[in-house]
C-alpha cells in the first residue's frame, strides 16, 4: 500500500472512530438497540488506525514506544477488560503513524459532522432534545441534551471544536470571523451553563495568542509537573476533607462538592501500583455525590494505579524533550493546557471520545521533522 493510499485509508477510520465516539457519548443506546455503539467497537476501530499505520515511516523510538503502549494496554485489558485507559494508550500508538496536521485537519471534520449528526437525530426526534433522564438510566445526573446524555458532553465538544478551528484556520481567515465563531461559542457554553468549557476556550485562545515559541518546551514541562501536583493535591484533599471544618466546607462548595466524592472513592479503592476494579455501584441509592466521580487526575490513580496516571503524565513530559516541532507543540498545547486545569475537577478531556490530545500526542513523540523549517500554521491543509 503506497503512502498516499494508506494516508487516505487511515483518515476514513479516523472519521469512523471520531463517529463511534461521539455516538457512545449520544443517548442512542439507551433507545435503540439495532447499532450499539460500545466501548469494543471504538477500541477495534483504534486496532485499524495502528494496522494502517504500520505502512507509515519506522523508527527505533517508535517501535520502542509502541511495544511499552500495547503491552500496557494488554496488561489491563488482562485486569479490566476493555476500560477506558485502553483506548487512551491505543490513541497514543495510533498518533504515531499519523501526521500532525492530518489529525487535526481530520479530527475537526470528522468530530463537527458527528456532534452536528446526533443534534440533527434530536431535531427529528430520533434522540430527545431535552429532558431528565435519570429514571431511564438510574443516574441521577442524565439530563439529555441535543441528543447527548449530559449538557457537559455537548459544550466540552463545542470547545474542542472552538480550539480546532482556531488552530486551522487562524491563519486563513480574517480576525473578525475568529472572534464571532469565539463568541458564539461562549453564548453557547453558558445557554448549557456549562462554565468548564468557556474556561477552556479562554485558556486555548490565550494559549495560541499569547504564548511565545521559544517557551514551549518548558511550558510543556511545567505542565506535565503540574499534572503531577494537581494528582498529589487531589489526594490530599480526598485525605483530609473534612465535613465538619468550616474551611473544608467551604472548599467543597468551591469544587462542587468534589472533595466528598473524592474522599468516598479514596475510602473505597486504595491506591495501588495498577489500580482497582470500581467498587461503587454508581447508580445504588445513597451513594454520595450520586456515584459521580469528576477529577481526572484523582480518577485515573485509583482505577489505573501509580502506572496509569504516571504513563500519561511521562507522555506529556518527554515531548518537550523533542527536538524541533515547536510550532506544531504550541498547536498542541492550545488543546493541553486546558484539558490539564479542567481535569483537576473534570474527566472528559483525559477521556479518548472527547478529542484528540493523545493521537496528537503520539504523533508529536515520532514524528520527525528538518529543523532548519517550520511547521506553519498556513501548512495545516
Not at 474556561?199 to 505542565?223: D, E, M, P
Amino acid at each position: 500500500m503506497n503512502h498516499v493510499l494508506s494516508k487516505k485509508v487511515n483518515n476514513f477510520f479516523y472519521f469512523i472512530f471520531v463517529f463511534l465516539s461521539i455516538m457512545s457519548l449520544s443517548s442512542w443506546n439507551q433507545f435503540h438497540t439495532f447499532l450499539n455503539f460500545s466501548s469494543m467497537k471504538i477500541i477495534i476501530s483504534l486496532l485499524v488506525i495502528i494496522i494502517i499505520g504500520l505502512f507509515a515511516n519506522w523508527n527505533i523510538k517508535r517501535l520502542v514506544l509502541e511495544t511499552i503502549l500495547l503491552l500496557m494496554a494488554a496488561i489491563y485489558y488482562y485486569l479490566y477488560k476493555d476500560t477506558y485507559i485502553i483506548p487512551v494508550l491505543l490513541a497514543v500508538v495510533a498518533g504515531s503513524g499519523m501526521e500532525f496536521k492530518q489529525i487535526l485537519n481530520v479530527d475537526f471534520k470528522s468530530r463537527i459532522v458527528s456532534v452536528l449528526f446526533v443534534i440533527g437525530l434530536s431535531l427529528f426526534s430520533v434522540l430527545p432534545k431535552s429532558g431528565d433522564g435519570a429514571i431511564l438510566t438510574g443516574f441521577h445526573f442524565t439530563k439529555y441534551c441535543y441528543g447527548f446524555t449530559y449538557p457537559n458532553i455537548l459544550g466540552f465538544q463545542i470547545a474542542v471544536l472552538t480550539l480546532e478551528f482556531i488552530i486551522i484556520y487562524a491563519g486563513k481567515l480574517k480576525f473578525r470571523y475568529l472572534t464571532l465563531w469565539v463568541l458564539l461559542s461562549f453564548l453557547f457554553e453558558l445557554l448549557l451553563n456549562y462554565e468548564t468549557g468557556s474556561a477552556a476556550i479562554l485558556i486555548g485562545v490565550c494559549t495560541y495568542y499569547f504564548l511565545s515559541k521559544k517557551i514551549v518546551n518548558r511550558t510543556i514541562r511545567y505542565g506535565a509537573y503540574l499534572m503531577l501536583v494537581l494528582t498529589v493535591f487531589s489526594v490530599f484533599i480526598a485525605e483530609n476533607y473534612n465535613s465538619m471544618d468550616g474551611n473544608w466546607f467551604n472548599f467543597n462548595t468551591l469544587l462542587s462538592y468534589r472533595p466528598e466524592i473524592w474522599q468516598y472513592y479514596l475510602n473505597a479503592m486504595p491506591i495501588k501500583l495498577f489500580g482497582n476494579l470500581q467498587t461503587i455501584n454508581q447508580k445504588t441509592i445513597g451513594v454520595v455525590g450520586f456515584g459521580a466521580f469528576d477529577g481526572a487526575y484523582l480518577q485515573f490513580l485509583l482505577l489505573f494505579g501509580v502506572i496509569g496516571i504516571g504513563t500519561l503524565i511521562l507522555l506529556v513530559w518527554l515531548i518537550s524533550f523533542k527536538k524541533g516541532l515547536k510550532e506544531y507543540k504550541k498547536l498542541s498545547l492550545v488543546l493541553l493546557i486546558p484539558i490539564i486545569f479542567t481535569g483537576f475537577t473534570e474527566t472528559n478531556g483525559f477521556l479518548v471520545t472527547y478529542g484528540p490530545t493523545f493521537f496528537l500526542i503520539g504523533s508529536l513523540l515520532i514524528q520527525e521533522m528538518d529543523l532548519n523549517k517550520s511547521a506553519s500554521l498556513t501548512s495545516l491543509d
